[in-house]
């Protein structure tokens, strides 16, 4: 979570635990309490556990364009 947590300015965040989700309800309330989705892979299936919170943007900033930038240029 600590990782998704860098994007917090750039778009919604959510993480993808493939296995055993331990400390389920640690996970669950740390995730809704940042925002951060939560998402279990269950054999062929994806459960969310917790919908991530849309991404709101505040302002702009050099950062979130090369951000950007950088996603376009991998996409392209």
Partial sequence: MEQAER??????RS???DGVLRRKDEAV????????GLLH?????????????PFVRR??????WKFLEDVHRQLA
């Fill in 7 to 12: 994007f917090t300015p750039f778009t919604a």
């Fill in 15 to 17: 993480v993808l635990v």
């Fill in 29 to 36: 309330m740390r995730a809704d309490f940042y925002g951060i």
């Fill in 41 to 53: 892979v269950q054999e062929a299936a994806v459960e969310v556990v917790v919908p991530p919170s």
């Fill in 59 to 64: 302002r702009h900033t050099v950062a979130g």
